[in-house]
């Protein structure tokens, strides 16, 4: 039924650009496709929704996609206060709403992205709310300052909580934030100089009649006021989600181990989104107060915490829009029980029984109901409307200034041509990796892929050229100064390669973009260059992971007795051992997750035996785990993409305020994701969730997640565990491979056929003791490691040599 | 020797506690759940238990009655606020007993009012004279009941094979049904379990003092501290923390540093709430509490 709107759509849109030349400059949507034969339309349609279903994991298509929609939104709000219908009451709710909403977000970004359950979030509100009745009164501080002063306040008391609580988490966490709001309430809020100035006088900003003059007694006047609030922290957030720290907050609500492993200071994180929930928090108390300009203790009460968090969770609970529909949701009932009497006093009853239903019949709140209906409405939307309307509005926007009166430019002419040859249109992966030369322009001075930024980005991009440029500069010079100190340049990851023809994985890639087992095939055939490290030169390389003597207990029991090891630049280091022999204890103890009792682990010459795990992957360490740690909510692009946390050099501010740095950087974290995703042939599944994927492709991201660090050693914990053969001589494959590619490998297995394969050198742990080292020759003919496998004594074997 | 008194005074409240407590470990301990609904359960059942008595049923008939029908709403509770949402996330199930707990604060004052009320004990009226004050027969009846019921729990559930049952569903739901245990139906006698025992705790405390939709409902809350310091998984724990939540909220209005501010009782509370959260924290994580995904 779907399909076939969508065609008749496209049957009339397509009809329409007869009549305006324009659209077959368009990539996406022109094309020649004009002729009217609905087969081939038909056909157009489907190759369109699969590529958007392929690209709809990435935010910044997703945040094109929604634009339009955005608009009508922005449009909607904007005129609802001189709505005939809008009464002096409806816009009492609707200021309601916009409260909720961005105490709604707050919740969202706390529990719905880092997944920290908070029920106290009525504190933070409280707490901004009577600040800025102090701010207002005793302060004598005016708006906006004075809500600013609660949200800062709001930020402490949360950062205060995020504090206290960060050792636990989930229902833990929960418990603490209810006992919190409980405190908050009994104690805190009935505190004199605390809420002495619950009520308050605001002078209006302005004379009346002058301008600007902000009366905030008046709904209208407030009403935009906290919709511009919203609008603002919506904004902040999206863009603050889709980037590095977004990421990160995902990742650790995903694993905390692996988001460790991965360079993120997970605790420092967390206290970062404490920190900004509280501060939307404390800045919608703010509003209440500014709005009300007198609050009660009630509204801050544990049940109105609940009530909070059962806004967010109607909205969807990850889905910022979600909030904001929720907040209207409730607002709204709100308004339907005051208009009808006869029902006004079921209000909590209905609230309580309609978060019930919402929560069982739809589990993904507001949000996923609206997902399902924009799945319905978006073919039309963009096949119908965007024909005509596109190509005004983009003559109008400055970076797309292609008139159809004029030729068109030679890199325009070029898609076209390419897209009219192979039939696809302009946007699609294929094209792109068939004729490179047709997508890359020159920014920077250096050459870079063009596709996946929409213009709007990319005209951003070009004109903030010049201050990036000089940014980049003056980061290099800070580089060059860290570098002299050992330190690793996770960037360098990001900054495309410098003769790419001459590379030789370049080569590979090239034959990965046929399939994906010919891919793999095409490994064992290329002839890599790759020569086995003779052990004799071994101590002329310098050492990258050197363990001294490292004892492990756990209570009594000695997991892993005075174990010494080293791994050198270029090697591929294999460490085996039976089941139990503590492998994976020593290897923990190299990775930073648990400290050795005695002995010392140096990665890179520099002791790191007491440092945490985030600390070792900044000096250049990346790993993957034996029961493999991805993060669920998020798909395999955005996985890989988390992995870049280290390469990105932008910070909170830049995430949230979208500088041109941090878009820069986005840009070049992308395109190092889609080189790695190339390189190991996983375009298939690049926008596939892992929770659908099976288990010998997640081994695989995990590794290509490892490898998108930047980070020269690599250390892998028993990556052929549930591979069958086939996999696993892939994976052997996989592992001289990345080796090609300049990274250390340490592997902890316990196939031993795999690992002496692949290896240069080898360790062999037995019941946490090391029994023997040596190249994989010496190591298969070694009497006490063929004992320790088959059972016997080391004399036994002797014997019956 | 004021102290002393506060402690035996608070003697009621760590009984109170240590019911709720036990049945919030029971029903964490079955599907790793925090049943915020807890208190709710509670005070719905001691306000059925009101009706009863008022229809003219003899208390300690009501109070068996009560108690079944405590039992029942932990049942329902399950059933359709909690396992619905199992395939979701832990945190929609336990948003889902926030929903149940709305509802029933929202459904009891819609029926009995939000002015409170008092009602009858089992125990005889009466009290013994301890220093300056007094403590009654129903306050010391709580903390008997306590007693008995959590020796009764912790036989169930340490050695006979239901408790077996429900411990291992906990831990491994498809493990426990290929073991030939229903997951489902252990898990939902575990919320009778708890269910029956918030409802004594209810009526009790209720008899003790009196009853409210809302005090009655968020007076559990101490109890969720009480089965944190237990680590939420033992019946000793959970009485051990009982203990000291009890008696610091009794010594809160004679100790020198809280007896003059208000809400003094939450403060310390809270305080405890952190202390346990720090020291314990690192074990929770290393118990293996946390799986990847599992929030």
């Known amino acids: ?133 102090i701010a207002n009164e005793a302060w004598g501080l005016d708006f906006p300052f004075n809500a600013f002063a609660g949200a800062v306040c709001g930020a402490l008391l949360a950062s205060l909580l995020g504090m206290v609580a960060l050792r636990v988490r989930g229902l833990y966490l929960a418990v603490a934030t209810l006992i919190f709001s409980w405190t908050a309430d009994a104690f805190l809020f009935q505190q004199e100089f605390l809420t002495k100035h619950s009520s308050i006088v605001l002078d209006p900003i302005g004379k009346p009649g002058g301008y600007p003059y902000l009366d905030f007694t008046s709904r209208r006047t407030y009403y935009y006021l906290i919709w511009a609030v919203v609008g603002a922290a919506i904004i902040f957030m999206t863009s603050l989600r889709d980037r590095k720290i977004g990421r990160a907050f995902f990742a650790i609500r995903g694993s905390e181990m692996a988001a460790a492993s991965l360079g993120i200071d997970v605790v420092r994180t967390k206290l970062v989104a404490f920190a900004i929930s509280g501060t939307i928090a404390g800045l919608a108390g703010g509003m209440l107060m500014v709005g009300a300009q007198v609050v009660t203790t009630d509204q801050f009460n544990t049940g109105q915490s609940l009530f909070f968090l059962a806004i967010a969770v109607v909205g969807g ?74 190509p ?136 890599l260059a790759d020569p086995d490290l003779p052990a004799s030169t071994r101590d002329d390389r310098r050492p990258l992971i050197e363990v001294d003597g490292v004892v492990v207990r756990f209570g009594g029991l000695t997991a892993v007795n005075d174990f010494s090891m080293k791994v050198c630049e270029g090697e591929i280091v294999g460490l085996i051992g039976p089941n139990g022999a503590g492998k994976t204890t020593s290897f923990n103890s190299i990775a930073g997750f648990n400290t050795p009792a005695e002995g010392t682990v140096k990665l890179y010459g520099l002791d790191v035996t007491n440092f945490p795990v985030h600390l070792r992957s900044r000096l250049g360490v990346a790993r993957t785990f034996q029961a493999i740690q991805l993060f669920p909510q998020l798909d395999v692009f955005d996985n890989l993409l988390v992995a870049t946390y280290l390469a990105d050099q932008s910070g909170l501010f ?83 491979f990345i080796r090609s590619l300049g990274v250390t490998i340490l592997l902890i297995e316990h196939d031993v056929k795999m690992v002496t394969g692949v290896s240069d050198y080898m360790y062999v742990l037995d019941q946490g003791t090391p029994i023997a080292q040596g190249t994989p020759d010496e190591i298969k003919r070694n009497p006490a490691v063929i004992a320790a496998y088959l059972g016997e004594s080391p004399d036994d074997v002797e014997e019956s040599a | 020797m004021e102290a002393i008194t506060s402690i035996l005074l608070s003697m009621p409240l760590v009984g109170a506690y240590a019911i709720f407590g036990l049945g919030i470990v029971v029903i964490y301990q079955a599907s790793r759940v925090l049943n915020l609904a807890h ?122 094979d239901y408790g077996l049952a429900m411990r291992g569903t906990a831990d491994n739901r498809t493990a426990a049904g290929l073991m030939g245990v229903d997951p489902d139906l252990a898990t939902s006698a575990a919320w009778v379990l708890g269910g029956a025992s918030a409802a004594l705790a209810g009526i009790l405390l209720g008899a003790a003092t009196s009853i409210h939709p809302t005090t009655l409902s968020l007076q559990a809350i101490p109890a969720f501290v009480a089965a944190l310091i237990g680590g939420m998984g033992s019946m000793p724990g959970v009485l ?56």
């Open chain 2, 39 to 160: 208190g709710g359960q509670a005070m719905f059942s001691a306000y059925a238990y009101f009706s009863m008595t008022n229809w003219g049923i003899p208390p300690i008939i009501a109070f068996v009655l009560g108690i079944a029908f405590g039992g029942a709403l932990g049942y329902l509770v399950e059933r359709f606020f909690v396992r619905p949402l199992r395939p979701v996330s832990q945190t929609a199930q336990t948003v889902g007993t926030v929903a149940a707990l709305g509802l029933f604060i929202a459904v009891a004052s819609r029926l009995w009012g939000t002015g409170g009320e008092r009602i009858p004990g089992i125990f005889p009226a009466g009290a013994i004279d301890i220093g300056s004050t007094q403590i009654s027969y129903a306050e010391i009846g709580v903390f008997v009941v306590m007693l008995g019921v959590s020796a009764a729990l912790f036989v169930f559930l340490k050695f006979t």
């Open chain 1, 1 to 133: 039924m779907t399909s076939r709107q969508g065609a008749v759509a496209e049957g009339t849109s397509a009809a329409g650009t007869e009549h305006v030349p324009l659209d077959a400059v368009d990539g996406v949507t022109g094309n020649g496709h004009n002729d009217g034969d609905l087969g081939r339309v038909e056909h157009y349609v489907a190759e369109l929704r699969a590529e958007r279903a392929r690209r709809s994991a990435d935010p910044v298509v997703k945040s094109r996609r929604y634009a339009r929609g955005q608009l009508v939104v922005l449009a909607v709000i904007l005129v609802f206060p001189w709505l005939p219908f809008t009464s002096f009451s409806v816009l009492g709710r609707a200021n309601l709403a916009g409260q909720y909403a961005l105490i709604a977000t707050a919740l969202v970004v706390l529990t719905g992205w880092v997944g920290q359950v908070s029920l106290g979030h009525a504190a933070f509100v409280g707490i901004g709310a009577y600040v800025t009745g």
């Open chain 1, 654 to 736: 830049g995430s949230m305020f979208l500088t041109g740095t941090s878009l820069f950087q986005e840009y070049e974290s992308r395109r190092r994701v889609r080189e790695v995703i190339e390189l190991l042939g996983l375009e298939d599944v690049a926008h596939r969730s892992v929770a659908d994927l099976p288990f010998g492709v997640l081994r695989m991201v995990e590794i290509a997640r490892a490898l998108v660090t930047g980070a020269p050693l690599m250390m892998l914990d028993e990556p052929a565990s549930g591979l069958d053969d086939t996999e696993t001589e892939r994976l052997a494959q996989l592992v001289r």
């Open chain 1, 317 to 390: 609970l990850t889905s910022l829009p979600g909030a904001v529909a929720a907040g209207v949701f409730f607002a709204a009932l709100e308004e339907v029980f005051f208009r009808v009497p006869s029902i006004g006093a079921y209000l909590q009853l209905v609230s309580a029984f309609l978060l019930a239903a919402v929560l069982l019949l739809y589990p993904g709140g507001l949000a996923a109901i609206g997902r399902a209906f924009g799945e319905r409405i978006v073919d039309f939307s963009d096949h119908h409307v965007r024909p005509r309307v596109g």
């Open chain 2, 240 to 295: 051990v923390g009982s203990l000291i939540v009890g008696i610091a909220q009794g010594l809160a209005p004679v100790l020198p540093f809280t007896e003059d501010i208000e809400g003094g009782p939450q403060l310390i509370l809270a305080a405890i709430t952190f202390m346990v959260m720090g020291s314990r924290g690192e074990t929770i994580v290393a118990a293996g509490d946390v799986r990847a995904g599992s929030l």
């Open chain 1, 392 to 527: 005004v509005l983009r003559r109008l926007l400055p970076w797309r200034r292609s008139d159809p009166l004029e030729p068109p430019d030679p890199e325009t002419k070029e898609e076209r041509g390419v897209a009219e040859v192979t039939g696809r249109p302009r946007r699609s992966t294929r094209v792109d990796t068939e004729t490179p030369e047709a997508s890359v322009i020159e920014v920077g001075g250096a050459t870079r892929p063009r596709r996946q930024l929409p213009p709007i980005v990319e005209g951003l991009v070009s004109r903030l050229q010049a201050p990036i440029e000089r940014f980049r500069a003056n980061r290099m010079a800070q580089r060059q100064v860290r570098d002299s100190r050992q330190v690793i340049d996770f960037a360098a990851a990001l900054r495309p390669p410098e003769e790419p023809e001459e590379e030789p994985e370049q080569e590979v890639a090239v034959d990965l973009e046929a399939d994906d087992d010919e891919a793999l095939m095409a490994w064992e055939t290329l002839k």
